[in-house]
């Protein structure tokens, strides 16, 4: 309720240049729920999925067209193409990132990947378990 209120009246004084002042008369939502269910969960998330659609209309953009999504896929499949390999190719930031993920997950690259071994279903494994009722008379 607090962060609603601050949006609402905003902070007495300081510049608009001041990080910390807040101008008030801003919109914000507050929702309540007796408990959180799959079904008010599911609720909340269409009701967001909705919001983004209603903005999209007003503003005649495809709100689920999402160029930054599939550019994103694109750099994340030549990221992880060369995850095991030192490139100076990417920005610092992606770098560093890269040798975090290496010293926590060491040879779980791309390039020694594998397969788990699947085994072989035993006869017994088709059997089924537990006690057997004797058929009545």
Known sequence: MAQANAFMEGSQGGSDLDPYSCPGNRPSSTLLLDELTPRNLGALIALYEHKVFVQGVIWNINSFDQWGVQLGKRIAGEISSRIDEHSQDFDGSTQGLLELVRAHFPGHGTATRE???????????????????????
Request: charged share 35%; hydrophobic share 20%.
């Open 115 to 137: 397969a788990p071994p699947q085994e072989a279903p035993t006869p017994d494994a088709a059997k089924p378990r537990g006690k057997r009722r004797k058929a009545s008379s």
